[in-house]
């Protein structure tokens, strides 16, 4: 029989624990031998597959194969391209020391377990660049900006063509708006721009057409599935298009076009691919791209931030990356959370129950859950409390305030320039910053289109000139782009216009600041000219108005007349009277000119047939009835007779 042990000195004896009593748990010391063996034999399970020249690799965080070899092997001919592995400057797989991504990280993901995983090799950067790209606010904000804000309407501007013809100088200008319109260059230099911006390379594939000497479609090709190499100490580059499918497709039926497939589709495919594609995939592996634009067909790469011993550029986005898997970490850690939190915990105490009191208590709580009009009814003090989410998930308020600010830094951006929020002067700077880092990018889609479309034309159409030297000048339209519009439009306008002013900026650039087209304007004016539209028509008319009353007063009477009708005395400075047309007007003469009126009136009121007088013959007779009658003290009859006389007199 057990012993008891007994209660040491000067203590009481702890009593019993009422309630539920807790099973024991016992623990053995770990055993290391085992343990060992257990990790090692998960390991084993875990081994994949080789990695190109670096011996077997272990799969072990998401997607990355591990053990990932320093250096590779040296550059024969790469029909086993795969994907990119660590470096920008290994776009082949050409034995160098260059390397983007410390072997740290490789490292962090084999030992990590797979629950942080750190993507290095390019095939899987540029996955999360374009998931970043469509999923994070900020990101897809900055990006539409960084590519929208640089683009406007495309303008080609002829240059002076010294000992040409004018008819040649509109024959090349019409010819390249026309290959511009069909190009649709306007939407293809927008979606180079913005893959520029989010991959940091583009393989752009142009088509020639022989015939019309002319670029016939531009095409951009996958980076994943495009591989380039540059040749030290030269401008040569190799560009290899993978498309795999397509690969697929011509080693599976190249030995035997004829032969049955399951599929009717792939045999359709494989007819349709060029002889020469197919004997250069059976050679090389690949297709083999022509990067000479002056050859025909050809294959351009254009990189952002790429140094001459790299072989690839870098996307805008490699700068917020680590602050952009922070960010998704963080979310799903968030998730994990609410997800473990959504059904809330109950918490339900009782003190001093028996074990049989608190089962019948959870029965009670239980059967409450199935029927909500049940009640719970006890005789003594219990207490229930449900725990739900709160305080359980994570406060990342200052972490993702500080990740939005790396963000904003590292794509140049402000929050203001993407809500739109803000104004001019407030971020002045930024703004001044952008305009010139857009200037840049403009120059950038500048030669490329000038260079690698523009030239090649000419050569092919002779529209060149050459010198004593050897060098080309090229008869090729400017490309050209709008105003940007992303400073203070009524600071800038003010400056302008000074500057029109003074006759130091032609009126075209003040059209452009409101994206008004200069010639269609031009047109419109030309038109209107010495019309009631045109904006000087009145003043013309103004002008010869006043010219014509000049002339009226100086070679007429008509300053005679008017200051008869008006009863008015024409004096000098010293208020004499001044002579009109030699001859003075006394008082008298006021007077009976003053009556001659009168005498008008009575005339044209009491003889209808006066009205069919001139108004010189009514001005003659109201001068004789004035001079030799006086119209106080004639009656009415007598009156009338001389009026009749005077009219028959003035007629005859």
């Known amino acids: 029989?057990?012993?008891?042990?007994?209660?040491?000195?000067?203590?009481?004896?702890?009593?019993?624990?009422?309630?539920?009593?807790?099973?024991?748990?016992?623990?053995?010391?770990?055993?290391?031998?085992?343990?060992?063996?257990?990790?090692?034999?998960?390991?084993?399970?875990?081994?994949?597959?080789?990695?190109?020249?670096?011996?077997?690799?272990?799969?072990?965080?998401?997607?990355?194969?591990?053990n990932l070899p320093l250096t590779s092997g040296s550059y024969f001919n790469s029909k086993a391209l795969g994907a990119y592995y660590t470096?920008?400057?290994?776009?082949?797989?050409?034995?160098?020391?260059?390397?983007?991504?410390?072997?740290?990280?490789?490292?962090?993901?084999?030992?990590?377990?797979?629950?942080?995983?750190?993507?290095?090799t390019l095939r899987e950067k540029y996955e999360f660049y374009r998931y970043f790209a469509r999923t994070d606010a900020y990101c897809g904000r900055a990006l539409d900006l960084l590519t929208d804000l640089p683009m406007s309407k495309i303008v080609l501007t002829m240059?002076?063509?010294?000992?040409?013809?004018?008819?040649?100088?509109?024959?090349?200008?019409?010819?390249?708006?026309g290959m511009v319109d069909k190009l649709e260059l306007f939407d293809k230099l927008q979606n180079i721009l913005y893959e520029w911006n989010v991959i940091g390379n583009v393989f752009i594939f142009h088509e020639w057409n022989d015939k019309q000497k002319s670029w016939d479609n531009i095409q951009i090709l996958p980076p994943e599935e495009v591989a380039v190499f540059h040749m030290p100490f030269s401008n040569r580059c190799r560009i290899e298009y993978r498309p795999e499918?397509?690969?697929?497709?011509?080693?599976?039926?190249?030995?035997?076009?004829?032969?049955?497939v399951e599929n009717p589709?792939?045999?359709?495919?494989?007819?349709?691919?060029?002889?020469?594609?197919?004997?250069?995939?059976?050679?090389?592996?690949?297709?083999?791209?022509?990067?000479?634009?002056?050859?025909?067909?050809?294959?351009?790469?254009?990189?952002?931030?790429?140094?001459?011993?790299?072989?690839?550029?870098?996307?805008?986005?490699?700068?917020?990356?680590?602050?952009?898997?922070?960010?998704?970490?963080?979310r799903?850690?968030?998730?994990?959370?609410?997800?473990?939190?959504?059904?809330?915990?109950?918490?339900?105490?009782?003190?001093?129950?028996?074990?049989?009191?608190?089962?019948?208590?959870r029965a009670q709580v239980d059967l409450s859950y199935l029927d909500p009009e049940f009640s719970i009814v006890t005789n003594y003090e219990w207490d229930w409390q449900q725990m739900g989410a709160e305080g359980r998930l994570l406060d990342l308020t200052s972490e993702n305030e500080s990740i939005e600010n790396q963000i904003f830094a590292g794509l140049g951006v402000t929050r203001e320039l993407l809500t739109g929020e803000g104004v001019y002067s407030g971020t002045k700077i930024t703004v001044e910053i952008l305009n010139t880092m857009f200037l840049i990018t403009r120059e950038i889609l500048q030669n490329y289109v000038e260079r690698q479309l523009f030239r090649p034309v000419c050569e092919a159409h002779g529209w060149f000139d050459e010198d004593k030297h050897g060098f080309k000048k090229y008869w090729y339209p400017k490309l050209g782009f709008n105003r940007l519009s992303i400073r203070d439009n009524q600071?800038?306008?003010?400056?302008?216009?000074?500057?029109?002013?003074?006759?130091?900026?032609?009126?075209?650039?003040?059209?452009?600041?409101?994206?008004?087209?200069?010639?269609?304007?031009?047109?419109?004016?030309?038109?209107?000219?010495f019309t009631v539209k045109d904006p000087v028509f009145n003043r013309v008319v103004e002008e010869a108005s006043q010219a014509a009353g000049i002339a009226l007063a100086e070679k007429t009477d008509i300053v005679k007349r008017l200051a008869k009708y008006l009863r008015l005395n024409a004096t000098d400075e010293n208020g004499q009277p001044i002579a009109v047309s030699d001859k003075v007007i006394t008082p008298m003469e006021q007077y009976q000119m003053a009556r001659a009126e009168k005498m008008e009136h009575l005339l044209l009121k009491d003889l209808p047939e006066m009205g069919q007088l001139l108004p010189k013959d009514i001005e003659d007779i109201s001068d004789k009835i004035v001079q030799h009658v006086d119209l106080e003290k004639l009656d009415p009859a007598a009156l009338t007779k001389t009026i009749s006389e005077t009219v028959d007199e003035v007629l005859q």
């Open 245 to 260: 499918r397509m690969i697929q497709i011509i080693a599976e039926l190249a030995e035997a076009p004829d032969a049955d």
């Open 87 to 120: 470096s920008y400057a290994n776009g082949m797989q050409w034995g160098g020391g260059t390397r983007d991504i410390p072997p740290y990280f490789v490292q962090m993901n084999e030992q990590n377990g797979g629950v942080l995983y750190w993507p290095v």
């Open 159 to 177: 240059p002076k063509m010294e000992g040409q013809s004018k008819e040649l100088k509109q024959e090349i200008q019409s010819f390249f708006e």
């Open 491 to 529: 600071e800038v306008f003010d400056s302008l216009f000074q500057l029109y002013q003074k006759g130091s900026l032609p009126v075209d650039i003040i059209y452009e600041l409101f994206n008004l087209n200069s010639d269609e304007i031009h047109d419109k004016i030309y038109s209107d000219l």
């Open 265 to 330: 589709i792939i045999s359709e495919i494989f007819k349709n691919i060029p002889k020469e594609i197919v004997n250069m995939v059976k050679k090389e592996g690949c297709i083999v791209m022509d990067n000479d634009p002056n050859s025909g067909s050809f294959c351009t790469h254009l990189a952002r931030r790429k140094t001459s011993y790299m072989d690839l550029g870098a996307s805008i986005l490699e700068r917020v990356f680590v602050p952009l898997l922070q960010k998704e970490h963080f």
């Open 1 to 66: 029989m057990a012993k008891k042990s007994a209660a040491p000195k000067g203590k009481t004896p702890r009593p019993p624990r009422k309630g539920v009593v807790s099973p024991g748990v016992t623990t053995a010391p770990m055993n290391r031998e085992k343990t060992y063996q257990a990790k090692r034999m998960q390991r084993v399970a875990l081994s994949g597959s080789a990695v190109a020249g670096g011996g077997a690799g272990e799969k072990t965080a998401g997607m990355m194969l591990t």
């Open 332 to 361: 799903y850690t968030q998730l994990g959370l609410a997800s473990r939190n959504m059904t809330p915990k109950n918490k339900i105490s009782a003190p001093s129950l028996n074990p049989d009191e608190l089962a019948d208590l």
